[in-house]
């Protein structure tokens, strides 16, 4: 009996241990096949929408459009909120791939994209030492799933969804490309999206220069930008870069004496805030804006289901390879800022209120003051905006007249400007007391602009004068009719003409009554000056003299060849240069005389690529046969006499300044001792108005304007006033820099002369004695009466 119960007992206990097993299996399997069901529910998007296959294969992120210079530099970019541009993963320093997989994912090389083991150890902690998340769920989270919801079952719905996207991307994508995709993803922060934009600015380097502990902070912002931002919170970045340098000890990334000796060291930010305001050549970038977004127009996106069918700009992360040399550019805008805040310090000091009641106006009535405040204050922002806003004209000029804090510029502060009190009325008038410059470099025998400088500070100054303002040329036009004259009557620039009072008499040429201009204070001397001497002086008498021999239709004729397309009147007063014209069109003229006469139109983007790398638009040059090239060589060697015994003597002089006042108040860096040819002209506008600087050399053209933001404000005398004072020094500060970076090529040699060579050019030149001949490089017959 108690054999059988004992049996008995032993075949119960056997069918509940198999119950139990059976249950096991049941709730294992159960568990697999809820988990796979879950799993393709989510994939068949019942847990909310899903990225498509295509999608998958190629994911969509704003990506900005990049400037990239002709030496290969990253001049800005175009970006609305993502200021992102990828990164290739060779282009990645490994010591920045090891500090990522160290910190966030060290199996990330074993897993396909769930880590089991870490999963585990989250959910058995609790999330307390550490999450479960791989860098390819990071990846799909950033991409396609979005923040984390604050509600339970969305938020389960998330990991889910991330687990699955996660997968696929794992299947789709090798581990190097999912280390790339997530680090060009990522916002840093500071308009830093992705890692090169975030290298870039807080490190002023690209991502493959990143040393460990730069790296180090780098991916300790990957947790959270916001928190460890080292400009807002630098200990707390600090400390966790550090937790990452130890998590690449721990990993024998690297060793302990190299963790020992970077985490003590400080986060040594160089910081470059990346906008449209800042940065290299500001002024260039937004006329490029313009040049894109008619390209733009102009050339539709092929056709894909699914997307825009117009290109973005700030979008879809076009290339565009424009011809500025990023040096010289940094030049270009150095020597502005250098002779700029020196000439507007004697600005200021002649135009104090004890000086000048009428700052910055010269010899204006009161009533024409107020008109041009009247025409101001209704062009600017304020007014336009007021205007939109439905407000009435009474309360918008009431808002002029009311205090306002304001951040202005201001030259002496360090970053130039300052904050400040006052109002918008007052504000308008302290801009105007501001010069304003222009200048553009360009290399003649292809048209590709080197550098483009449009202002003092585009923060401040947005007009660009080099394309958008154009200016009085005042004697910088005289090489045009000069140009007419030896290309039509054959002369030389030995040819001799006589300095005295000429007159072109009423209904010729179109002239409604007699024209005949001055030299400067009234003065004639009666010698007779060859071309050369003649030009190098800016006399007023012989250039009305060649212009009625050759008549102002030519000159016109030829002024268009050269592509000038503002309208200019056939009338006798041209040849000095009483309309408007502006540094763009001026730079591309004079550039034909050093081209030997082929006339080259001015290029800025010679090609534009999409983000595969496609071309979508490839320059093709414009130029135009204009001179022959025995008369381009003449006006060469022309404008070579400006440098040699005329107005832009001083580029090759030394010791002036220990005589001359204004050499020590404005003329900045002096002396230049330039020792190699160059051609030139300066310019100086009636009432000082303008001024003006054309230098060339062989394989480079500079055209510089300085003046007021109206015509009425303007220095008091010739002195200070002329273009060899106001515009010169920036193209000699410019030029010896260029000069100092031999890498950069410019031309210091002789302009090629033709053979053969038919225009006698073998003429005596003037001696220049500067202490019997002072003002001789004073530009004074340059004004324009």
């Not at 529910?41 to 899903?50: D, K, T, V």
């Not at 009641?357 to 008109?371: N, V, W």
């Not at 763009?584 to 010679?606: D, L, R, S």
Request: aromatic share 12%; with cysteine.
């Amino acid at each position: 009996m108690s054999k059988n119960m004992a049996k008995a007992k032993k075949k119960n206990t056997n069918k509940g241990f198999y119950k139990y097993i059976k249950w096991f299996w049941i709730l294992f399997f159960g568990g697999v096949i809820s988990i796979v069901l879950i799993f393709q529910l989510a994939a068949w998007g019942y847990l909310g929408e899903m990225p498509e296959f295509q999608h998958l294969e190629n994911p969509q992120t704003n990506l900005a459009s990049q400037i990239i210079s002709s030496d290969g530099s990253t001049l800005g970019k175009f970006y609305l909120d993502d200021n992102r541009t990828p990164v290739d993963y060779e282009d990645l320093p490994q010591n920045l791939v090891n500090a990522l997989v160290a910190s966030e994912d060290i199996r990330f090389y074993d897993h396909s994209g769930i880590d089991a083991i870490g999963f585990a150890r989250a959910l058995f902690f609790l999330g307390k030492r550490g999450g479960a998340s791989t860098l390819s769920q990071q990846l799909a989270r950033q991409i396609y799933v979005g923040p984390r919801s604050r509600n339970l079952v969305e938020t389960i719905k998330q990991k889910i969804k991330e687990w699955v996207i996660a997968t696929q991307l794992e299947r789709r994508y090798t581990k190097e490309e999912i280390i790339k995709m997530y680090l060009n993803i990522y916002d840093f922060g500071n308009n830093a999206d992705g890692i090169r934009s975030a290298s870039r600015i807080y490190f002023g380097k690209e991502p493959i220069d990143l040393k460990i502990e730069e790296s180090a902070m780098l991916v300790g912002m990957l947790q959270n930008s916001s928190l460890y931002n080292p400009l807002r919170r630098e200990e707390l970045t600090w400390n966790k870069r550090n937790l990452v340098l130890s998590q690449l000890a721990k990993y024998d990334y690297i060793s302990d004496v190299e963790k020992d000796s970077l985490q003590p060291m400080k986060i040594n930010l160089n910081y470059n805030p990346e906008n449209h305001r800042e940065g290299l050549a500001t002024y260039f970038r937004m006329y490029l804006q313009g040049f894109m977004n008619k390209w733009i127009k102009e050339n539709p996106k092929p056709a894909i289901e699914g997307e825009r069918d117009t290109w973005s700009l700030y979008l879809d992360g076009l290339r565009i390879y424009t011809t500025i040399d990023s040096r010289m550019q940094a030049n270009a805008e150095e020597a502005v800022q250098e002779h700029m805040e020196r000439l507007q310090a004697e600005f200021f000091h002649q135009n104090t209120p004890d000086r000048n009641s009428t700052a910055p106006f010269l010899d204006l009535e009161k009533s024409e003051i107020d008109g041009i405040m009247e025409r101001a204050m209704k062009n600017s922002d304020r007014w336009r905006e007021m205007k939109r806003q439905g407000k009435s004209e009474k309360d918008i000029r009431a808002s002029f007249n009311k205090k306002t804090e304001m951040t202005v510029f201001d030259w002496k502060s360090d970053a130039h400007e300052k904050d400040t009190v006052m109002t918008p009325i007052d504000s308008i008038r302290y801009y105007k007391m501001f010069l304003r410059t222009a200048m553009m470099s360009m290399e003649p025998q292809t048209g590709h602009v080197k550098a483009w400088v449009g202002g003092v500070d585009y923060r401040h100054f947005q007009y660009d004068n080099v394309y958008q303002g154009a200016r009085q040329a005042g004697s910088t036009f005289k090489p045009f009719v000069y140009a007419a004259a030896i290309d039509q009557l054959r002369l030389s620039p030995c040819y001799e003409l006589p300095d005295t009072q000429y007159c072109i008499e009423a209904e010729k040429h179109g002239n409604p009554e007699p024209w005949c201009p001055k030299n400067s204070e009234g003065k004639f001397s009666g010698e007779m000056y060859t071309l050369k001497r003649a030009l190098a002086n800016s006399k007023n008498s012989v250039t009305a003299q060649l212009i009625d021999r050759v008549g102002p239709k030519s000159v016109v004729s030829i002024v268009k060849n050269l592509g000038i397309t503002g309208e200019i009147p056939e009338v006798p007063s041209i040849a000095l240069g009483t309309h408007d014209i502006n540094v763009y069109e001026m730079v591309g003229a004079y550039g034909t005389f050093v081209n030997q006469g082929v006339y080259v139109k001015p290029v800025m983007v010679t090609r534009i690529e999409d983000k595969n790398g496609t071309v979508l638009f490839e320059y093709v040059p414009e130029t135009k046969d204009v001179l022959s090239k025995e008369v381009s060589y003449a006006m060469v060697n022309l404008m070579e006499g400006v440098t040699q015994g005329g107005s832009g003597t001083r580029l090759r002089t030394t010791g002036y300044d220990k005589w001359r006042p204004e050499y020590k108040e404005i003329i900045t860096g002096y002396p230049y001792e330039f020792k190699n040819p160059i051609a030139g002209k300066t310019g100086t506008t009636q009432n000082q108005s303008d001024g003006w600087f054309m230098g060339m050399v062989p394989n480079l053209v500079t055209g510089v304007w300085v003046g007021g933001d109206d015509r009425a404000i303007h220095f008091k005398t010739i002195t200070y006033g002329q273009g060899a004072s106001m515009a010169l020094p920036i193209w000699a500060l410019y030029m010896k820099k260029n000069y100092a970076n031999e890498e950069l090529g410019v031309s210091d040699g002789e302009f090629p002369k033709p053979e053969n060579m038919s225009i006698n050019l073998d003429c005596t030149k003037p001696a220049v004695d500067p202490e019997k001949d002072k003002d001789l490089d004073d530009d004074l017959d340059d004004l324009d009466f």
